[in-house]
């Protein structure tokens, strides 16, 4: 019996030691087996307790494990783990989860099938299996798999609808809600949704087209009955931006116009609330084209707005004389041409009251200078195209010419008329303006010699030239080198080149520079003296050969002046200069006068050392009387010194026979012969 | 200035209605009256009221009116297009994701 009570207690022990360790699983047994004896209630409490925490325990447990089955996409499993839980836990939360799941496999399931319906090609079922399963879950990922299987079905219209229910997060949901509204009619919404896809795949791109084509159709149709035109414009323009993206031209060129006539429908209403400043907007939106009322409205807009702002006086200039010389709008003036012209003249000096305004500015400035340019160059083409009937009679300026892409027909124009210039100066300067190299030719007559060099080193050398732009390009070249020259810039040379050809093509420009040369002062005659033997050697012409020969005159005896030159030299170069230019009379003349000198010195010598028939022989051979004269002058002044001398009368009379017979043989009917015959009777025999 | 507005008057007024039109400005006192007489001798002048008439007016009906036939001329290319067998145009698959 006492065995039996040591059993139990011990049993009691381990019961209560494993209690206070927490161990309440094994705790729980040995209490059973103790209060199967005992029956004690401090025991049944302790069970319930024991009981209670070994429920928790093993729930959360089975939590755990319904977490992993979820991690493992194990579904099933994990829903029984947390069904477990919640029996032994009897926690609401569990329960929730077990719905959420149980939601989530159904879906699963659902999805599932709607794969396996998408896979056999059976979208119209797998599309109701995704709607299904959107239905319980409201995923987007699903909505959009139902949208797109309707798509493929064929069901747009619907498609079209649950697409509107999205937000299209990725590429394939705008594709197909693109193409679902294609199909539905939709074509301009359609290719909004499409604008984000970029993609160079050839049937998306062929795709994009036929729908745009089809957009603009619609758009065609309704355009005109729309009361709301900037609705239109906008439209219109999105339309082209559009075409534009994907090179359609035909659509590019029909959008573009009907961009224009909305503008211009546009313009017609800001025109009456002289909203200048939005009408410049839509004129520089819009595409060039020739057409005499938009060429006004350019003109007046640009006009309104340069009264307050300078920088509008330039785009004026650019329309305003194209404008008042154009036949078709100065027909609008009057019938009758002398008042047209009136009307004209009135125009322009408006225009050059509106230039005054802004004087100070610098686009005044050059404003100034271009209205006078123009001015004439209208008046010469005018001139022309009335004598000529060539088909073309529009007069513009260069500027205009060339935005509107007139700059080759004028062109032909002025060579077919080329006998009408004045001279080939004219004609080349003229078409010169309207010639590739037009704007450089704006900034040397403007005086901007530097931005002319600049524009046309842009020129590409291997372009095809004309003889306008040739002329350009040589007559900048040529100003600039003579500017490099001035400002005694090395190599200056090089810029001339090309000035033998331009003063081929244009000998005016060579006569005017060969007459400011024989203006020139001695220090830029001594410039400009290897520039014009440079010149002379590649065209002797006989303007150049005579400025040529002319400095090397000048600058020889300018040498000779600051003894940098004996007579020698001088006398060489001098007839070099006589050869380049044989009717150079002032080298004929310093020519003369070196040679006289150089006989006379010669004389002297001679006679110096008593030479005396070589010295008569010498001036007797000489082309020049002054050399005789000066001969003569010498045997005056030796016979004054053998006058005078202390030679006795023998040696005086041997010296003046000597000096009588040397003379004779010269001139006998000299006077100064006459004077040593005197002096020798004086003295005698 | 633009004398058309500050005599509030058509393009086609005569010049007895110019006159009118001063009278009735300088009534309403919008303008001043070296304005007013202003306007009124830019437009008794011939030469000068065509300059303000080229100024102040625009006429893009004959502009519209080409512009509107062009677009008759190409839209007949459109037309061309439609007759293109719309419905045979089938989806692609070029952005579905692989999985």
Redesign the interface.
């Known amino acids: 019996m006492a065995k039996k009570k040591n059993k139990i207690d011990t049993a009691l022990k381990r019961a209560e030691k494993l209690f206070k360790t927490g161990n309440f699983l094994l705790a729980e047994k040995n209490f059973e087996k103790v209060q199967k004896k005992l029956n004690s209630n401090t025991i049944a409490e302790k069970l319930e307790i024991c009981r209670k925490e070994t429920r928790i325990i093993k729930g959360k447990d089975l939590i755990k494990q319904g977490h992993k089955a979820v991690e493992k996409d194990n579904l099933p499993e994990a829903i029984l783990c947390f069904q477990s839980a919640e029996k032994l836990l009897n926690d609401p939360l569990l329960s929730g989860k077990v719905n959420d799941l149980q939601y989530k496999l159904t879906e699963y399931k659902i999805d599932a099938e709607a794969q396996e319906a998408e896979a056999s090609c059976d979208y119209t079922k797998a599309s109701d299996l995704y709607a299904r399963a959107w239905g319980k879950n409201s995923s987007q990922d699903l909505l959009l798999k139902s949208a797109v299987c309707l ?2 079905a064929g069901n747009y219209l619907q498609a079209a609808e649950l697409f509107d229910k999205s937000d299209l997060p ?3 949901a ?3 809600c693109g ?1 679902a509204l ?2 539905t009619g939709n074509h301009y919404e359609a290719l909004k949704r499409w604008e984000k ?1 970029d ?1 160079p ?1 050839k ?2 791109i062929e ?1 994009k087209r ?1 729908i745009l ?2 957009a ?2 619609e758009f ?1 149709s309704n355009f ?1 009955k729309d009361p709301d035109i900037n609705a239109v414009h906008h439209k219109a323009n999105d339309l082209l931006a559009l075409a534009n993206t994907l090179d359609y031209t ?1 659509l590019i ?2 959008l573009e ?2 961009c ?2 909305c503008k ?2 546009l ?2 209403t800001l ?1 009456e609330q ?1 909203e200048f400043a939005d009408i410049a907007d839509f004129l520089l939106q819009m595409v060039h084209f020739n ?1 005499p ?2 060429l ?2 350019n003109a ?1 807009t640009y ?2 707005l340069s009264r307050e702002l300078s920088n509008f006086i330039e785009p004026m200039m650019a329309y305003w004389l194209t404008a008042i010389y154009s036949n078709e ?1 100065s027909a ?3 019938d009758n041409p002398d ?1 047209r012209e ?2 004209q003249q ?2 322009i000096h ?1 225009s050059e009251e509106r230039i005054n305004r802004h004087q100070n500015s610098q686009s005044a400035r050059y404003a100034t200078h271009y209205l006078t340019i123009e001015k004439k160059l209208l008046n010469d083409l005018s001139t022309v195209l009335q004598k000529h009937d060539q088909g073309f009679n529009q007069t513009c300026t260069p500027r205009y010419a060339a935005l509107f892409g007139f700059s080759n027909t004028i062109l032909e124009l002025i060579k077919l008329s080329k006998n009408d210039f004045k001279d080939s100066e004219h004609y080349l300067e003229t078409g010169g303006y309207y010639s590739r190299a037009g704007e450089g030719l704006y900034a040397l007559k403007t005086g901007n010699v530097k931005k002319a060099q600049a524009l046309v080193e842009t020129i590409e050398s291997n372009s095809p030239k004309d003889e306008f732009t040739d002329y350009v390009v040589r007559l900048i070249q040529f100003e600039f080198g003579q500017a490099a020259l001035e400002n005694n810039e090395k190599g200056y040379l090089q810029y001339f080149a090309l000035t033998p050809k331009l003063f081929e093509s244009a000998p005016t420009i060579e006569k005017r520079f060969s007459d400011k040369i024989l203006q020139y002062g001695d220090k830029q005659l001594l410039s400009h003296e290897k520039l014009l033997i440079f010149l002379n050697k590649e065209r002797p012409s006989d303007p150049i050969s005579e400025a040529c020969s002319f400095a090397m005159t000048q600058s020889a005896i300018i040498k000779y002046n600051q003894k940098k030159m004996n007579d020698k030299q001088l006398k060489t170069v001098i007839e070099k200069a006589i050869r380049i230019y044989p009717d150079n009379d002032f080298a004929l003349h310093t020519l003369e006068r070196t040679a006289i000198d150089l006989e006379t010195e010669i004389i002297l010598k001679a006679m110096d050392k008593h030479k005396l028939m070589k010295a008569a022989r010498l001036a007797r051979q000489s082309a020049y009387p002054e050399v005789c004269d000066r001969y003569f002058e010498f045997g005056e002044q030796m016979l004054e010194q053998i006058s005078a001398s202390d030679l006795d009368l023998i040696d005086q009379k041997i010296y003046l026979s000597d000096l009588l017979k040397a003379g004779m043989s010269v001139d006998p009917y000299h006077p100064v012969i006459d004077s040593i015959n005197e002096k020798l009777q004086f003295l005698g025999d | 200035m633009n004398p058309f507005k500050i005599l509030n008057i058509k393009r086609d007024a005569s010049n007895k209605e110019i006159i009118c039109a001063a009278a009735i400005a300088m009534r309403d006192r919008q303008y001043s009256a070296k304005e007013i007489a202003q306007a009124q001798k830019m437009l008794l002048d011939p030469v000068s009221r065509a300059c303000h008439e080229f100024l102040h007016f625009i006429d893009l009906a004959d502009t519209k009116k080409n512009l509107i036939q062009k677009i008759t001329e190409k839209s007949k290319y459109l037309c061309r297009l439609e007759t293109s067998d719309f419905n045979q145009l089938k989806y692609l698959t070029i952005f579905e994701k692989k999985s």
């Open positions: 798509v493929k990725d590429d394939n705008l594709y197909f193409f294609a199909k896809l993609t795949d049937l998306f795709q036929l084509s089809l603009c159709s065609y005109k035909e060129v029909m116009e009907i224009t006539y211009l429908v313009i017609e025109w002289e057409d009322a938009i006004a409205l007046k006009f309104h709008i609008g003036f009057s008042k009136k009307i009135r125009l408006f």
